[in-house]
């Protein structure tokens, strides 16, 4: 009798209730995915492969979804996410990179401006 009560926890996390579908993961990949997009991920070559990644990481999580695989398409759906926003942070700081080139690029042509003028105090 003992080693059946110890036994009955076991059992029931086999029963358990079945893992419910990552609705509201999808849509968190769908939106950093469409956030990566937006800041132009596309225009990045290392940007551009992790979109891919989250791109082909998304369709793979659909497909399980469809076969009831909930608890698989979860994890694909948070590492779809996951590159997604790499992607995003990849094109976010080569835009700053190229912001800050731009302003370094501008302040120089001003700060020669004056002494190419030629005037005298």
């Given at each position: 009798?003992k080693y059946l009560?110890?036994l009955?926890p076991?059992?029931?996390?086999?029963c358990?209730?079945s893992?419910?579908?990552?609705?509201q993961?999808?849509?968190?990949?769908?939106a950093?995915y469409?956030?990566?997009?937006e800041?132009?991920a596309?225009?990045?070559p290392?940007?551009?492969l992790?979109l891919?990644?989250?791109?082909?990481?998304?369709a793979?999580?659909?497909?399980l979804?469809?076969?009831?695989?909930n608890r698989?398409?979860?994890?694909?759906l948070?590492?779809?996410?996951?590159?997604?926003e790499?992607?995003?942070?990849?094109?976010?700081e080569?835009e700053?990179?190229e912001a800050?080139e731009?302003?370094?690029?501008q302040?120089?042509?001003?700060?020669?401006?004056?002494m190419?003028?030629g005037t005298?105090?």
């Amino acid at each position: 009798m003992k080693y059946l009560i110890a036994l009955l926890p076991l059992g029931l996390m086999a029963c358990g209730p079945s893992y419910s579908a990552p609705v509201q993961r999808m849509a968190d990949a769908q939106a950093a995915y469409r956030a990566a997009k937006e800041a132009g991920a596309e225009q990045d070559p290392q940007a551009q492969l992790h979109l891919k990644l989250a791109e082909e990481q998304f369709a793979k999580a659909k497909t399980l979804l469809d076969q009831e695989e909930n608890r698989r398409a979860d994890f694909l759906l948070i590492r779809s996410k996951a590159d997604a926003e790499l992607a995003l942070a990849i094109a976010e700081e080569r835009e700053s990179r190229e912001a800050a080139e731009r302003a370094r690029t501008q302040a120089t042509e001003q700060s020669a401006a004056p002494m190419a003028g030629g005037t005298q105090p």
